[in-house]
């Protein structure tokens, strides 16, 4: 922020600069986001986990998170490491096929959710196997 103030019965100008550090609000609710939701098999989608305030803006918090990761009838379960609020993590698949991810988060007694999901397609081929049956 600059301020100037000019004087109307003599030439005057003075001008001093402040910083104005704005904070985010209170917690309001957990990001979960995917860097593309197609990729092909063994190839990583990059996954965020954040913590944000009602305007969007990135809680600082460090704490954990928990990522479920649904994959069919299988699932895993990781947990993330929030560093001012943002956690990373990439995911992959050998095998073709949707996956759907949740973010559980709690902080005292907050608690909050959200999912996300990707597709997995086949890549291109690696090699051609033949087989010819015994005679």
Known sequence: VTLSVVSSTMPLDISQSHVINFKP?????????????????????????????QYEN??????????????ESDSSLDS???????ATH?????????????ADFTN??????????ATFTPGAPVYVAFSTDAI
């Open 25 to 53: 609000d209170v917690l309001d609710h957990v990001t979960l986001t995917l860097n593309a939701t197609e990729s092909t098999v063994d190839t990583a989608i990059g996954v965020t986990a954040s913590t944000r305030d």
């Open 58 to 71: 990135i809680v600082p918090i460090n704490n954990t998170i928990s990522l479920v990761t649904q994959f």
């Open 80 to 86: 993330l490491t929030l560093s001012s609020g943002v």
């Open 90 to 102: 990439l995911l992959y698949s050998r095998l073709p096929g949707d996956v759907t991810l949740t």
């Open 108 to 117: 005292g007694s907050f608690t909050d959710t959200d999912t996300a999901s």
